[in-house]
């Protein structure tokens, strides 16, 4: 692959980081206007990271992956909802 094909595919996944970014700075917005301000200071560490691995990607900066956003965003929303559902309900269950 050439260096400029590289350069292209990393200013690529750089705009969706940044994308990512942003949606989640407005969730952090509409979480603000629930007053769930737990969720405000986890969300708004996750606009950071994101914003971060962007920018590294557009600076070619070399670092280590913790996980690909393409494999985030590919999970199955629907699935993950249920099976925390699932898990919130058996531990209240255990409470009881």
């Known amino acids: 692959m050439s260096y400029t094909m ?10 969706i980081w940044m994308d ?3 949606y989640d700075f407005d969730t952090c917005l509409e979480l603000h206007k629930l007053e ?5 200071c ?3 560490q996750q606009v ?3 914003a971060i691995k962007s920018l590294f990607l557009l600076k070619g900066v070399d670092f280590p992956w913790t996980h690909s956003i393409v494999d985030l965003l590919d999970e199955l929303k629907e699935e993950c909802l249920k099976n925390s ?3 919130l ?3 209240e269950k255990q409470t009881q």
């Open 6 to 15: 590289k350069k292209s595919k990393r200013a690529g996944r750089a705009g």
């Open 20 to 22: 990512e970014a942003k």
């Open 36 to 40: 769930r301000y737990n969720w405000v």
């Open 42 to 44: 986890t969300c708004s």
């Open 48 to 50: 950071g990271e994101k």
């Open 85 to 87: 559902r699932r898990v």
């Open 89 to 91: 309900e058996w531990a």
